[in-house]
């Protein structure tokens, strides 16, 4: 099946500071890739949509100048948190998808702000 | 907007029974759902998924009932293990947009 990384698979970061995290598909070109978030004990939330090539089209809530997103290749998106703070430690999972319908997770990334 | 919910937080059950998760979904275009399964500090492990134009999928141990008339799919696990001990969430959207997480069921095997 297709794989889909991230790196790094765990942060922690002082707060301020920047983080970006990269997301893969390992074996297959992704057209479209998603950010989630989820916090402890929670379901995942959708953050952005992107495609490669273009602007990221964030949901509502999420702040577009604090979760930068680049979805610069078929196989690469990143996604960097801006001036981190405390809340915004959570899991943060990836999916991508080719031409078809399923996504591919990630395994996710933990960030943790102290 | 798309709204995909559980109805039950826990489930626990014994080892060798059946499952039962059930999720609810609250928008009719919906046309692909899919369960998936995930462990303490991971990603979300694929499961099964069905399209719209089924009621009904198989896989091994697992089966996927869609009931679009109440707009509500079921995930049945056969001869539940210790190993499947996990959240379970459904997910679900329409052509090809991003896909949209219920709140997830907890289920708890015991031996």
């Known amino acids: 099946g297709a794989v889909v990384s991230q790196h790094p698979s765990w942060v922690i970061c002082k707060s301020g500071t920047s983080v970006k995290i990269e997301c893969r598909s390992l074996?297959?070109?992704?057209?479209?890739m998603f950010w989630y978030r989820q916090f402890p004990k929670q379901s995942l939330m959708l953050m952005a949509t992107s495609n490669e090539g273009s602007k990221a089209t964030y949901e509502q809530g999420v702040e577009k100048d604090k979760f930068l997103i680049n979805h610069a290749s078929l196989t690469l998106s990143t996604l960097t948190v801006t001036s981190a703070h405390p809340e915004d430690s959570s899991f943060y999972i990836c999916?991508?998808?080719?031409?078809?319908?399923?996504?591919?997770f990630g395994p996710g990334t933990r960030l943790t702000v102290t | 907007g798309e709204s995909v919910g559980l109805h039950l937080p826990t489930l626990s059950v014994q080892e060798g029974d059946n499952s039962i998760i059930n999720c609810a979904y609250s928008?009719?275009?919906?046309?692909?759902f899919i369960w998936y399964k995930q462990e303490s500090g991971k990603g979300p492990q694929f499961i099964i998924d069905?399209?719209?134009?089924?009621d009904k999928r198989q896989g091994q141990r697992v089966t996927v009932l869609l009931n679009k008339t109440v707009k509500h799919l079921s995930l049945q696990i056969a001869a539940t293990q210790p190993g499947d001990s996990a959240v379970y969430f459904c997910a679900g959207n329409q052509a090809g947009t991003a896909l949209i997480f219920g709140k997830g069921t907890t289920l708890s095997v015991s031996s």
């Open positions: 999916s991508a998808r080719d031409i078809g319908y399923e996504q591919y």
């Open positions: 074996d297959f070109q992704a057209t479209t």
């Open positions: 928008n009719s275009a919906s046309d692909y």
């Open positions: 069905i399209r719209s134009n089924m």
